[in-house]
């Protein structure tokens, strides 16, 4: 079974060993010499004639890539390029009205009979309805309606109409691209490559071994995505406008070469129309192109590949079984005779040595590469195993890098089964020191700057994960993470009540952390130092919920982390720091007022703002506990009272018990002078963090 990680070496070898020639395929598209004004349903005149034309010159068989709709009685057609031109304007078209005109009558019967086109989109699917608006494109002569023997007319609508349509293999490959033809039997490949074969008198590799969504299919060997016309005989691309004059049409040598015996397909795009386009391993392969390929492309791979039968294929059962128990054996061997580092080097030299072989082995190249790195990898750790413990190293290490919540959640999955990320409802909680730039300077050493932060995250931050279950998304520097997702058991309101009360904790074990600093006698640093820290140091949290996206984040095949990612945690640090301009340690928003209040703390509303990064304004609200003389009820009235007058324009007195706000109110009114609050809004538009 091919894996994942063996579609990239697989793809990567097919793209650098693509197809540079067709044998039995050419190509005509839609051109610049056919002005815009003309559309594909004018155009379909054009391409019949141009069918004519290229039977003439002894095509195999022709193939409209193009999806027919209901015939429409008030369109005019363009039949032809008229001889005579003006310089600096487009060809000029002979026109004839759809009154009674067929587009594709000028066929011939033997043509027909070498003629397909993809299934039309007709309404419903009752062959006799279909075979009755196709007489509209081809005429009763060629394709006769029987009302009596119904089933001819599925025989000839069996003949007419190739599926044109590609598959992804439904299982066991990693299926982003398209690799596969279609090879059932109402399928274009089949259809058009019995009729070449027989008339060249070859036998086509149409033999199957896989399934695309319960259909046989094979590999397609592609070629290198065509967006220029070409007259080159090797993979001829002919633009429609040459075989389309009313009159003067005239068979050179070599368009001879690009059409006889060769099966044609009909485009009704230009080559460079994003409208009908493939993900190939040419886009999406390791130092692809990255260019798209059009359908009729893909379809003439297809054709190619089967004609010449080099599609890419898995070694025999016996090959790939060897390969697989050598690269055993190279990992074994390295393991018990060189040295450590250069037996774990096993898998790297497999994995190139497989690689290679998807290159050089043409068309058997799709070796088992990753399971025979696999192999070297488990001959290489069974023989080191003896030498390293990795039993009780690797607990401790994962219990000192990993929270336990996350160690919990990823141990219950087991064998291929893997944590998906998905969306989730959770509560962010981010706390920085302010002033940090300042602690730093005055540490100096960055020795000291460790010590601080540790010891300041051991006191603070440690009840905060062990007591309310908070799980660490990060530290970084000086500022920590937490968040309380929603998840099995719990509900939204019961995570939003263990971080209100975790974020009321860990503000009281930050100020006596602060309050503490100048008299403790555990640090390293020298006594001067912290009591000059001491003076200005502090800390703000900032807390919202709402809706992130958690799981791993990082490399798939490199280091990850596990997290989460999404708006709240932007948001949070936002509303963390605008603690700095108010006096309060704790910043909510609006949505965890009510279960704040549930708890029976304190909230005072400060301004609704709208934050950076964000356009619709949010209330914000400082927490804390009702002994903090802060939020006493005769305090928080009259700063609701003075604010609301404040906000109306008017300059209202300032209470006398309202001390405690000094900075609130220099805040407002700095923001008031700054032009940043928004009266239609109600709120204040801080653009900076």
């Not at 300041?456 to 660490?472: I, K, P, R």
């Amino acid at each position: 079974m091919e894996t994942r990680f063996d579609a990239f070496f697989h793809d990567s070898a097919i793209v650098h060993t693509a197809r540079d020639e067709w044998q039995h395929v050419s190509l005509v598209a839609l051109d610049p010499g056919i002005p815009g004004f003309v559309s594909r349903r004018q155009a379909l005149p054009l391409y019949a004639l141009a069918a004519q034309r290229l039977f003439g010159m002894g095509a195999s068989a022709v193939f409209m890539d193009a999806v027919l709709y209901e015939y429409d009685h008030r369109t005019s057609y363009a039949m032809c390029i008229e001889e005579y031109q003006q310089d600096g304007l487009p060809n000029q078209f002979r026109w004839q009205a759809s009154a009674n005109f067929v587009p594709f009558d000028n066929l011939s019967e033997a043509q027909f009979q070498r003629f397909f086109i993809a299934r039309p989109q007709f309404a419903g699917n009752d062959d006799f309805i279909t075979i009755n608006l196709l007489q509209n494109y081809f005429g009763e002569t060629l394709l006769p309606v029987d009302f009596f023997q119904l089933e001819n007319n599925t025989q000839q609508l069996q003949r007419l109409i190739a599926d044109a349509s590609v598959h992804k293999r439904s299982e066991g490959a990693f299926n982003a691209s398209f690799r596969w033809m279609n090879l059932a039997e109402q399928a274009v490949i089949p259809k058009v490559t019995k009729l070449h074969s027989e008339r060249l008198k070859l036998t086509p590799d149409l033999d199957h071994t896989e399934q695309c969504e319960d259909k046989p299919c094979k590999r397609i060997r592609f070629s290198l995505p065509k967006q220029q016309f070409s007259e080159r005989p090797e993979q001829p691309l002919i633009p429609l406008s040459e075989l389309v004059s009313c009159s003067s049409f005239s068979v050179t040598p070599e368009l001879q070469q690009q059409v006889k015996d060769r099966v044609v397909i009909l485009q009704l795009t230009e080559p460079t129309e994003a409208t009908d386009i493939k993900v190939t391993p040419m886009l999406s392969a390791f130092a692809s192109p990255r260019q798209f390929i059009s359908g009729p492309q893909f379809l003439a791979d297809a054709v190619e590949t089967a004609m010449q039968g080099d599609a890419p294929v898995r070694p025999a059962l016996g090959q790939r079984l060897l390969l697989i128990l050598m690269s055993s054996f190279i990992g074994v061997l390295l393991a018990a005779y060189a040295r450590t580092a250069i037996a774990l080097t096993a898998p790297l030299l497999v994995l190139t040595g497989g690689w290679l072989l998807c290159f050089v082995t043409i068309p058997a190249q799709l070796w088992p590469v990753t399971a025979s790195v696999a192999s070297a990898a488990i001959g290489t750790v069974l023989i080191l195993a003896t030498h390293i413990s990795l039993g009780t190293a690797k607990a401790k290490l994962m219990a000192q890098y990993i929270p336990p919540q996350i160690r919990s959640l990823l141990l219950k999955y087991k064998g291929d089964k893997k944590f998906v990320h998905k969306h989730i409802d959770a509560v962010i909680l981010m706390s920085d020191i302010a002033k940090y730039s300042n602690v730093t300077s005055e540490l100096k050493d960055p020795a000291y700057v460790f010590h601080l932060l540790n010891q300041y995250f051991e006191e603070t931050t440690l009840s905060t994960q062990n007591q309310y279950s908070g799980w660490l998304e990060s530290y970084v520097g000086d500022m920590v993470c937490f968040y309380w997702p929603v998840h099995q058991d719990t509900t939204l309101i019961a995570q939003q009540h263990l971080a209100l009360r975790g974020a009321v904790d860990m503000a009281r074990r930050q100020q006596h952390f602060f309050n503490t600093l100048a008299k403790n006698k555990t640090f390293e640093i020298p006594a001067e130092t912290l009591t000059s820290i001491s003076g200005f140091i502090g800390a703000g949290i900032g807390l919202t919920s709402g809706q992130v996206m958690m799981g791993n984040l990082g490399p798939q095949n490199g280091i990850q982390k596990f997290g989460c990612l999404g708006d709240p945690l932007n948001l949070a640090s936002r509303v963390e720091s605008l603690t700095r301009y108010f006096n309060t340690e704790i910043l909510i928003t609006e949505d965890l007022v009510k279960p704040a209040q549930e708890l029976e703390l304190a909230v005072r509303f400060i301004a609704n703002v709208v934050v950076k990064g964000r356009n619709a304004p949010i209330g914000v609200y400082a927490l804390g506990e009702r002994s903090d003389p802060r939020f006493a009820p005769e305090k928080i009235d009259a700063w609701v009272g003075w604010q609301k007058t404040f906000h109306e324009g008017t300059a209202p007195p300032w209470p006398g018990n309202l001390e405690d706000f000094t900075l609130d109110k220099a805040t407002l009114e700095h923001w008031q002078e700054q032009g940043l609050w928004d009266a239609q809004q109600a709120c204040y538009l801080l653009k900076e963090k």
